[in-house]
Protein backbone atom coordinates (compact mmCIF):
# COMPACT_ATOMS: atom_id res chain seq x y z
CA UNK A 1 0.00 0.00 0.00
CA UNK A 2 0.88 3.34 -1.02
CA UNK A 3 1.77 5.82 1.71
CA UNK A 4 3.66 7.72 4.17
CA UNK A 5 5.28 6.11 7.46
CA UNK A 6 6.81 8.28 10.05
CA UNK A 7 8.83 6.31 13.10
CA UNK A 8 9.02 6.05 15.87
CA UNK A 9 5.07 7.11 16.97
CA UNK A 10 6.62 7.97 20.03
CA UNK A 11 10.06 9.70 21.33
CA UNK A 12 11.27 10.84 24.51
CA UNK A 13 14.08 12.86 24.89
CA UNK A 14 16.81 14.61 27.25
CA UNK A 15 17.05 18.15 27.47
CA UNK A 16 19.99 19.18 24.99
CA UNK A 17 20.14 16.06 23.16
CA UNK A 18 19.56 15.99 19.04
CA UNK A 19 16.90 13.58 17.96
CA UNK A 20 15.80 13.00 14.49
CA UNK A 21 12.28 12.14 13.31
CA UNK A 22 12.07 9.66 9.90
CA UNK A 23 9.85 10.23 7.27
CA UNK A 24 9.36 7.88 4.28
CA UNK A 25 6.80 7.66 1.54
CA UNK A 26 6.24 5.56 -1.39
CA UNK A 27 3.76 7.54 -3.26
CA UNK A 28 6.15 9.51 -5.52
CA UNK A 29 6.02 12.08 -4.60
CA UNK A 30 8.37 15.42 -5.08
CA UNK A 31 7.64 17.42 -2.25
CA UNK A 32 7.70 16.76 1.19
CA UNK A 33 6.75 18.80 4.45
CA UNK A 34 7.32 18.65 8.64
CA UNK A 35 4.85 20.58 10.48
CA UNK A 36 4.72 20.87 14.21
CA UNK A 37 0.97 20.56 15.65
CA UNK A 38 0.85 22.21 19.58
CA UNK A 39 -2.79 22.13 21.23
CA UNK A 40 -5.14 24.88 20.07
CA UNK A 41 -2.21 25.83 17.65
CA UNK A 42 -3.46 23.91 14.80
CA UNK A 43 0.22 23.13 12.30
CA UNK A 44 3.08 25.16 11.73
CA UNK A 45 4.59 24.42 9.03
CA UNK A 46 8.73 24.00 9.83
CA UNK A 47 10.88 22.66 6.28
CA UNK A 48 9.49 22.07 3.11
CA UNK A 49 11.56 20.44 0.35
CA UNK A 50 10.41 20.69 -3.59
CA UNK A 51 13.10 18.42 -4.40
CA UNK A 52 16.00 16.26 -3.88
CA UNK A 53 18.90 18.12 -2.68
CA UNK A 54 16.83 21.25 -2.26
CA UNK A 55 14.80 22.26 1.00
CA UNK A 56 13.29 25.85 2.34
CA UNK A 57 12.36 27.04 6.02
CA UNK A 58 8.89 27.79 7.00
CA UNK A 59 7.66 29.73 9.46
CA UNK A 60 9.29 28.02 12.58
CA UNK A 61 12.57 26.51 11.32
CA UNK A 62 14.80 27.75 14.08
CA UNK A 63 16.34 24.61 16.27
CA UNK A 64 15.46 22.34 13.04
CA UNK A 65 17.47 20.63 10.40
CA UNK A 66 16.66 18.64 7.43
CA UNK A 67 18.08 16.45 4.48
CA UNK A 68 16.24 15.48 1.40
CA UNK A 69 19.06 13.17 -0.28
CA UNK A 70 16.55 10.95 -1.70
CA UNK A 71 12.81 11.47 -2.95
CA UNK A 72 11.50 9.33 0.06
CA UNK A 73 13.16 10.46 2.45
CA UNK A 74 12.70 13.59 4.42
CA UNK A 75 14.31 13.73 8.18
CA UNK A 76 13.82 15.98 10.66
CA UNK A 77 16.26 16.89 13.35
CA UNK A 78 15.10 18.81 16.44
CA UNK A 79 18.51 20.08 17.85
CA UNK A 80 19.22 21.19 21.66
CA UNK A 81 19.06 24.54 20.05
CA UNK A 82 14.97 24.24 20.02
CA UNK A 83 14.00 25.37 23.43
CA UNK A 84 10.46 23.75 23.86
CA UNK A 85 10.99 20.81 21.25
CA UNK A 86 7.32 18.46 22.96
CA UNK A 87 4.84 18.70 20.37
CA UNK A 88 3.39 16.52 17.80
CA UNK A 89 5.31 15.95 14.26
CA UNK A 90 3.80 15.49 11.32
CA UNK A 91 5.12 14.82 7.87
CA UNK A 92 3.37 15.27 4.70
CA UNK A 93 4.16 15.30 1.04
CA UNK A 94 2.28 16.12 -2.44
CA UNK A 95 2.42 15.97 -6.33
CA UNK A 96 3.94 17.95 -8.74
CA UNK A 97 5.84 21.11 -7.00
CA UNK A 98 5.56 23.70 -10.03
CA UNK A 99 2.46 24.80 -12.14
CA UNK A 100 -1.13 26.11 -11.01
CA UNK A 101 -3.13 23.02 -9.57
CA UNK A 102 -3.34 22.58 -6.23
CA UNK A 103 -2.08 19.58 -4.77
CA UNK A 104 -3.52 17.75 -1.91
CA UNK A 105 -1.11 16.87 0.72
CA UNK A 106 -0.91 13.77 2.35
CA UNK A 107 -0.09 12.84 5.71
CA UNK A 108 1.87 10.50 8.19
CA UNK A 109 0.33 9.27 11.45
CA UNK A 110 2.52 11.06 13.29
CA UNK A 111 5.18 11.40 15.91
CA UNK A 112 5.15 12.45 19.55
CA UNK A 113 8.03 13.88 21.08
CA UNK A 114 8.35 14.76 24.75
CA UNK A 115 11.62 16.05 26.73
CA UNK A 116 11.92 15.24 29.55
CA UNK B 1 -0.49 36.53 3.00
CA UNK B 2 -3.33 34.01 3.64
CA UNK B 3 -5.15 33.32 6.99
CA UNK B 4 -7.68 30.99 8.33
CA UNK B 5 -10.40 31.92 11.09
CA UNK B 6 -11.93 28.98 12.57
CA UNK B 7 -14.62 30.05 14.71
CA UNK B 8 -15.36 27.94 17.74
CA UNK B 9 -12.69 25.92 19.25
CA UNK B 10 -14.81 22.90 20.07
CA UNK B 11 -18.28 21.91 19.37
CA UNK B 12 -21.31 19.83 20.40
CA UNK B 13 -23.89 18.36 18.63
CA UNK B 14 -26.10 15.48 19.29
CA UNK B 15 -26.29 12.60 17.28
CA UNK B 16 -28.64 13.01 14.11
CA UNK B 17 -28.06 16.43 14.25
CA UNK B 18 -26.69 18.74 11.69
CA UNK B 19 -22.97 19.81 11.97
CA UNK B 20 -21.58 23.02 10.92
CA UNK B 21 -18.12 23.86 11.12
CA UNK B 22 -17.22 27.47 10.67
CA UNK B 23 -14.07 28.71 8.84
CA UNK B 24 -13.28 32.04 7.09
CA UNK B 25 -9.84 32.79 5.28
CA UNK B 26 -8.51 35.86 4.13
CA UNK B 27 -6.33 35.83 0.86
CA UNK B 28 -4.90 38.35 -1.61
CA UNK B 29 -5.86 35.69 -4.27
CA UNK B 30 -8.32 33.45 -5.25
CA UNK B 31 -7.59 30.68 -2.61
CA UNK B 32 -7.81 26.87 -2.87
CA UNK B 33 -9.63 25.80 0.29
CA UNK B 34 -9.58 22.29 1.91
CA UNK B 35 -10.56 20.73 4.80
CA UNK B 36 -9.09 18.03 6.90
CA UNK B 37 -9.99 15.70 9.85
CA UNK B 38 -7.60 14.56 12.58
CA UNK B 39 -8.76 11.16 14.63
CA UNK B 40 -6.69 11.17 18.70
CA UNK B 41 -2.98 10.69 17.89
CA UNK B 42 -3.71 10.20 14.20
CA UNK B 43 -2.28 12.41 11.16
CA UNK B 44 -4.65 14.28 9.38
CA UNK B 45 -7.11 12.98 6.33
CA UNK B 46 -8.43 14.68 3.33
CA UNK B 47 -12.21 15.78 4.06
CA UNK B 48 -12.72 17.54 0.71
CA UNK B 49 -10.96 20.54 -1.05
CA UNK B 50 -12.45 23.91 -3.60
CA UNK B 51 -10.03 25.03 -6.52
CA UNK B 52 -12.30 25.94 -9.43
CA UNK B 53 -15.87 25.49 -10.42
CA UNK B 54 -18.63 24.29 -8.64
CA UNK B 55 -18.25 26.35 -5.10
CA UNK B 56 -20.36 23.49 -3.66
CA UNK B 57 -17.97 20.97 -2.65
CA UNK B 58 -18.88 17.20 -1.39
CA UNK B 59 -16.06 15.60 0.40
CA UNK B 60 -16.31 11.47 2.41
CA UNK B 61 -18.13 11.27 5.28
CA UNK B 62 -21.09 12.95 4.12
CA UNK B 63 -19.34 16.07 4.33
CA UNK B 64 -19.67 18.98 2.35
CA UNK B 65 -18.68 22.52 2.02
CA UNK B 66 -19.55 25.85 0.13
CA UNK B 67 -16.93 28.36 -0.90
CA UNK B 68 -18.82 31.91 -0.75
CA UNK B 69 -16.51 34.26 -2.05
CA UNK B 70 -18.36 37.18 -1.04
CA UNK B 71 -18.22 36.38 2.79
CA UNK B 72 -14.93 34.61 2.41
CA UNK B 73 -16.05 31.55 3.96
CA UNK B 74 -16.25 28.15 3.42
CA UNK B 75 -17.63 26.36 5.82
CA UNK B 76 -18.20 22.56 6.68
CA UNK B 77 -21.32 20.86 6.98
CA UNK B 78 -23.18 17.44 8.01
CA UNK B 79 -27.09 16.69 7.91
CA UNK B 80 -26.83 14.12 10.49
CA UNK B 81 -23.73 13.72 12.61
CA UNK B 82 -22.64 10.12 13.29
CA UNK B 83 -20.71 9.31 16.56
CA UNK B 84 -17.54 8.58 14.39
CA UNK B 85 -17.47 11.89 13.21
CA UNK B 86 -15.99 13.03 16.54
CA UNK B 87 -12.61 14.31 15.70
CA UNK B 88 -10.78 17.90 15.35
CA UNK B 89 -11.30 19.33 12.39
CA UNK B 90 -8.85 21.75 10.73
CA UNK B 91 -9.18 24.08 7.68
CA UNK B 92 -6.79 25.10 5.34
CA UNK B 93 -5.79 27.98 2.49
CA UNK B 94 -3.30 27.84 -0.15
CA UNK B 95 -3.24 30.74 -2.84
CA UNK B 96 -2.28 28.95 -6.53
CA UNK B 97 0.85 31.35 -7.16
CA UNK B 98 2.79 29.60 -9.94
CA UNK B 99 6.05 28.06 -9.15
CA UNK B 100 6.05 28.07 -5.35
CA UNK B 101 5.73 25.42 -2.57
CA UNK B 102 2.75 24.22 -1.79
CA UNK B 103 2.06 25.83 1.35
CA UNK B 104 -1.05 26.04 3.31
CA UNK B 105 -2.07 27.94 6.08
CA UNK B 106 -4.29 25.99 8.49
CA UNK B 107 -6.96 27.19 10.94
CA UNK B 108 -6.76 25.93 15.07
CA UNK B 109 -8.83 23.84 14.47
CA UNK B 110 -12.16 22.89 15.99
CA UNK B 111 -13.09 19.69 18.24
CA UNK B 112 -15.87 18.28 17.02
CA UNK B 113 -17.71 16.11 19.96
CA UNK B 114 -21.21 14.31 19.04
CA UNK B 115 -23.36 13.40 21.94
CA UNK B 116 -25.58 10.14 22.38
Known amino acids: DGGITQSPKYLFRKEGQNVTLSCEQN?????MYWYRQDPGQGLRLIYYSQIVNDFQKGDIAEGYSVSREKKESFPLTVTSAQKNPTAFYLC???????????????FGPGTRLTVL | AQSVTQLGSHVSVSEGALVLLRCNYSSSVPPYLFWYVQYPNQGLQLLLK??????LVKGINGFEAEFKKSETSFHLTKPSAHMSDAAEYFCAVRGPSSGSARQLTFGSGTQLTVLP
Open chain 1, 27 to 31: LNHDA
Open chain 2, 50 to 55: YTTGAT
Open chain 1, 92 to 106: ASSMASGGVRADTQY
